[in-house]
């Protein structure tokens, strides 16, 4: 029903930047609770941000909240993860991810229906 496009993810040294895109087709896209995760490698899922339906809340993790910052525009169908600043820990798989429930616990990664491939962030020291 949902299908997500990541794009942007590569190499970058650190304390620069990238900004990720999603886009998402098959649903009304100001219908979805749409957030970030990250799976950095021998380690689990790590939720990143997340942005509510309209744009107007946010929800960040405590490791990424003064250098990262989640935006959505509804008329392209796209949300975007600015990243700055980046840091060799940030090296990671990263997805996209959207839900259409009702309700969304915007941190859990088991609130959300889809999901896209992923992107690969590498960050060198």
């Known amino acids: 029903q949902v299908q997500l496009v990541e794009s942007g993810g590569g190499l970058v040294q650190a304390g620069g930047s990238l900004r990720l895109s999603c886009t998402a087709s098959g649903r009304p896209f100001s219908s979805l609770v749409m957030g970030w995760f990250r799976q950095a490698p021998g380690k689990g899922r790590e939720f990143v941000v997340s942005i509510s339906r309209s744009g107007s809340s946010t929800y960040y993790a405590d490791s990424v909240k003064d250098r990262v910052t989640i935006s959505r525009d509804n008329a392209e169908n796209t949300v975007y993860l600015q990243m700055n600043s980046l840091k060799p820990e940030d090296t990671a798989v990263y997805y996209c991810?959207?839900?259409?429930?009702?309700?969304?616990?915007?941190?859990?990664?088991?609130?959300?229906?889809?999901w896209g491939q992923g992107t690969q962030v590498t960050v060198s020291s």
């Open positions: 991810a959207a839900s259409d429930a009702r309700a969304v616990a915007p941190s859990k990664d088991d609130h959300y229906n889809y």
